[in-house]
């Protein structure tokens, strides 16, 4: 729900996308984002903003039960989420690599395996290409990622939709 997921959501709709589920651990949409959600609405696109947490297995279930039964069949993935917390290696702890790692990883791997059996258009990861050249400080957010394309691809080897977009540097969305 924030400027890059939102962006993303406006690039669907403006290609046809009419029925979205956007989520955040908080359900809410950045400030500056409303007015687009509202924009896309306009246009027909039904968006629903649900707070859930990506690494909470019951919670997700819940949210592709709810999906189920209110929504048409769903046909894609877009895995956003990502914590950012710069540091040198030797200045991490288990809790400060966890809080990066979590949401990529944790989440990518459940979004997986509650999707390995639906017939997806595509399921999409957001990497970076820090997982290529690296990054000073961000070496949880390199691993993050790198999980992410492996993921990738081990879901192309089954035959499944996944690509990992490894994007480089981005200024606002």
């Given at each position: 729900l924030?400027?890059?997921?939102?962006?993303?959501?406006?690039?669907?709709?403006e290609r046809?996308?009419?029925?979205?589920?956007?989520?955040?651990?908080?359900?809410?949409a950045?400030?500056?984002?409303l007015?687009l959600?509202?924009a896309?609405?306009q246009r027909?696109?039904?968006?629903?903003?649900?707070?859930?947490?990506?690494?909470?297995?019951?919670?997700m279930?819940?949210l592709?039960a709810r999906?189920?039964?209110t929504?048409?069949?769903?046909?894609?993935?877009l895995?956003?989420?990502m914590v950012?917390?710069?540091?040198?290696?030797?200045?991490?702890?288990?809790a400060?690599i966890?809080?990066v790692?979590?949401?990529?990883?944790?989440?990518?791997?459940?979004?997986?395996?509650?999707?390995?059996?639906?017939?997806?258009?595509?399921?999409?990861?957001y990497s970076?290409?820090t997982t290529?050249i690296?990054?000073?400080?961000q070496?949880?957010?390199?691993?993050?990622?790198a999980?992410l394309?492996g993921?990738?691809?081990?879901?192309?080897a089954?035959?499944l939709p996944?690509v990992?977009?490894?994007?480089?540097?981005?200024?606002?969305?």
């Open positions: 924030g400027g890059f997921g939102i962006e993303t959501t406006r690039f669907l709709v046809g996308a009419r029925h979205l589920v956007l989520t955040s651990r908080s359900g809410e950045a400030a500056s984002a007015p959600i509202e896309m609405r027909g696109a039904t968006i629903a903003t649900v707070a859930a947490d990506l690494t909470d297995e019951a919670a279930t819940a592709f999906i189920d039964t929504m048409p069949p769903l046909r894609g993935v895995h956003t989420a950012l917390d710069d540091a040198l290696f030797a200045n991490l702890d288990a400060r966890h809080k790692l979590a949401p990529k990883v944790a989440g990518a791997d459940l979004l997986d395996r509650l999707t390995r059996q639906r017939p997806l258009d595509f399921f999409v990861l970076s290409a290529l690296g990054n000073p400080g070496a949880s957010y390199v691993a993050a990622n999980y394309e993921l990738a691809r081990a879901r192309h089954a035959g996944a990992a977009i490894a994007w480089g540097a981005i200024a606002d969305a």
